[in-house]
């Protein structure tokens, strides 16, 4: 076979879906039209990315990898790989209380600031860092848990649940769902023990992400919504953590409902987030989660992305208060945005400076970036105006972006 690269789209979605399924399969698999199977295969118009979503899905693969920027089965790096090897004996050994041999575990206040440090980790595109601080207070954590009694008990509940959310996470930015899965069943008893809403909450919203990136937007949204009406906030009595958990299960919903064109639907999510993010008054932290105002523009951008409205985007992405992102934001949140705004430009025909904005996220992140299906969108759209131009910022930011 050619360097995965080189083939176009139509040609990889051909080779993944094999001989053995038909186009017909493939498309009633998915959930698409047969017409749209056939252009796709054929090179004739692009996809969305809903639909790239559902084929991928369907295909068993990720979306990187359909639009070139992964190879199958070689598209992790080696570091990578075993970091998710390490990370995956760590959530499954540990439910399963396999872990012996530790005589002096970490203290609490210990595991909560390694807790912490992976999650952080997690937010600047480490994966081998999550891996190994995750595994630390997962393999620690659970054996001064099995032995732990009262408040500290609930206390060391609550940072293996979010131990075990980064996991997750990490888990599910892979495409490695089963894993994110198990991770957050664990997750999720260890916080209806503690009986923290809170994190309770925070954890559907994970789940809600999970099924997002399946395809499964209508699980996706209904997760969502119903663990944010099982919180929902009192807005005159309500703690500051329940506002977060709110706001960003109404993004999580937000989110869903744009991959499925409900435009109204999304607005309405959105909404509410932004109404949760003005009683923050700033940005808050929690559990790794950050969720504030500038956390719900940047989000509301991407949203207005995926529904085409890509004028009301590039509004939103101008405002003086979007014009210098907070020193807290997260590596990857902040990239993610940028690669929404490039989008936006180059949907308005503003080739130049979405090609810039490519650029900068690429050199800022440029192990994360071959993980993501826009920066290949944004590579076709560009190509059409001048291969040359996109061929050398494949080479510049290290990812193949057309063939």
């Known amino acids: 076979m050619s360097n995965w690269a080189d083939l176009t789209t139509g040609k990889r979605i051909k ?147 979010s131990t075990y959310r980064v996991a997750a996470s990490c888990a599910n930015g892979f495409g490695h769902r089963d894993l994110a899965l198990s991770a ?15 994190m309770l909450a925070l954890l559907e919203s994970t789940l809600s992400w999970i099924y997002l990136r399946g395809a499964q937007t209508p699980r996706a949204v209904a997760v969502a919504e119903r663990a944010a009406q099982a919180i929902e906030p009192s807005f005159s009595r309500a703690s500051r953590s329940e506002f977060l958990a709110y706001g960003r299960l109404m993004i999580s919903a937000a989110v869903a409902a744009s991959r499925r064109e409900d435009a109204h639907a999304a607005d309405d999510y959105i909404s509410q987030a932004q109404a949760a993010a003005a009683r923050l008054g700033r940005e808050e932290k929690l559990y790794g989660t950050s969720f504030g105002p500038t956390a719900a523009k940047t989000e509301a951008v991407g949203i207005h992305v995926a529904l085409r409205n890509y004028g009301q985007a590039l509004k939103l992405a101008s405002q003086p208060d979007m014009a210098k992102l907070p020193k807290s934001m997260s590596k990857v949140a902040r990239n993610r945005y940028k690669l929404d705004v490039a989008l936006a430009q180059c949907e308005s025909k503003l080739y130049d400076r979405a090609a810039d904005t490519l650029i900068e996220v690429g050199l800022d992140a440029p192990q994360w970036v071959k993980h993501q299906a826009l920066p290949g969108v944004i590579g076709k759209r560009l190509a059409k105006v001048s291969t040359a131009r996109v061929r050398n910022i494949s080479e510049l930011i290290g990812v193949p972006l057309v063939a």
């Not at 957050?184 to 809170?198: G, Q, Y």
């Open 184 to 198: 957050l069943t664990s997750a999720k008893i260890l916080a209806k023990e503690a009986d923290d809403p809170v």
């Open 15 to 161: 080779h993944l879906r094999g001989s053995d399924l038909t186009q017909q399969a493939l498309a009633e698999a998915a959930g698409v039209s047969l017409a749209l199977v056939q252009k796709a295969e054929q090179d004739r118009g692009d996809l969305s990315v809903g639909s790239l979503l559902k084929l991928a899905n369907t295909l068993k693969t990720d979306v990187a990898v359909i639009l070139g920027q992964q190879a199958p089965r070689q598209g992790m790096s080696r570091d990578d790989r075993a970091a998710l090897r390490h990370l995956s004996n760590a959530v499954h050994e540990s439910a399963l209380g396999e872990w012996d041999g530790i005589n002096n575990p970490s203290t609490l206040d210990e595991l909560s600031a390694v807790r912490d440090l992976a999650w952080g980790a997690y937010w600047a595109s480490d994966t081998a860092k999550v891996s190994s601080l995750a595994s630390k207070v997962l393999m620690e954590g659970q054996v001064r848990y099995n032995s732990a009694t009262g408040v500290e008990r609930e206390r060391l509940a609550l940072v293996l649940a």
